[in-house]
């Protein structure tokens, strides 16, 4: 605990209050409460959550003390506003790796290449060029990993192939009606839209450092408000 800019014992009684009162704003918007997403109770829930988050900070810096108080961060998801029926869905896929082991990842792809180097192809050079760059250029090689094998065998042969597993995600979004065909493919990931999110499935390390969790974690979205 540093003395520098240390708050005062006023300070943090001050904050102490400005809680109470704002628990008591939140108590009567609830009480109060117009609908089930009643824009008075989320100011208020906001409102709420910045004080206690003041004065967490004040109890610290002037007693090295904290509160019980969890203030939710803003990277969850909103409430669902999509179809309650949903016609039709997208997988939103995202999975990050590593190039833990280049001479694997280039090794392998070699291997591929070699299979057939006259079917070979990677980023529009042809047949034998292609084998040849594959086991030199982790670009090259890259793109005979992913050109060869499904998503899904690559995540559960990731080592095989030289690749550290990162963080992943799973979004499944409600849709009225399937696209177009073509539609949505020059940024497919672009119109997602948050509060048609159905349920979403994530994998991390950071739950690692929670002994009580699993390392997944699941998230359905109710449709009901």
Not at 101 to 119: F, V
Not at 162 to 177: I, K, R, Y
Request: charged share 30%; glycine share 6%.
């Amino acid at each position: 605990m540093s003395d520098a800019a240390q708050p005062s014992a006023a300070e943090v009684r001050a904050a102490a209050e400005a809680v109470k009162a704002a628990l008591d704003r939140h108590l009567d918007a609830v009480e109060r409460r117009v609908g089930g997403d009643d824009p008075a109770v989320y100011a208020a829930f906001n409102e709420l959550a910045a004080a206690a988050e003041t004065y967490d900070e004040l109890l610290y810096d002037a007693y090295d003390e904290v509160t019980p108080f969890e203030i939710p961060g803003d990277d969850s998801l909103p409430a669902y506003d999509g179809p309650e029926e949903p016609s039709a869905l997208s997988v939103l896929i995202r999975r990050d790796y590593a190039v833990a082991e280049p001479q694997r990842l280039l090794s392998q792809a070699q291997r591929i290449a070699d299979l057939d180097p006259d079917g070979a192809s990677v980023n529009g050079l042809p047949g034998k060029g292609a084998a040849a760059a594959a086991g030199s250029s982790v670009h090259a090689a890259l793109g005979v990993l992913f050109g060869e094998y499904e998503p899904d065998e690559i995540a559960s042969r990731h080592k095989e192939f030289g690749l550290e597993e990162g963080d992943s995600t799973l979004w499944v979004a409600a849709a009225d009606e399937p696209a177009d065909p073509g539609e949505w493919l020059a940024a497919p990931f672009d119109h997602a839209d948050p509060q048609r999110i159905v349920c979403r499935f994530d994998v991390s390390a950071v739950f690692d450092e929670e002994p009580d969790d699993a390392d997944d974690d699941l998230e359905l979205i109710d449709p009901e408000p």
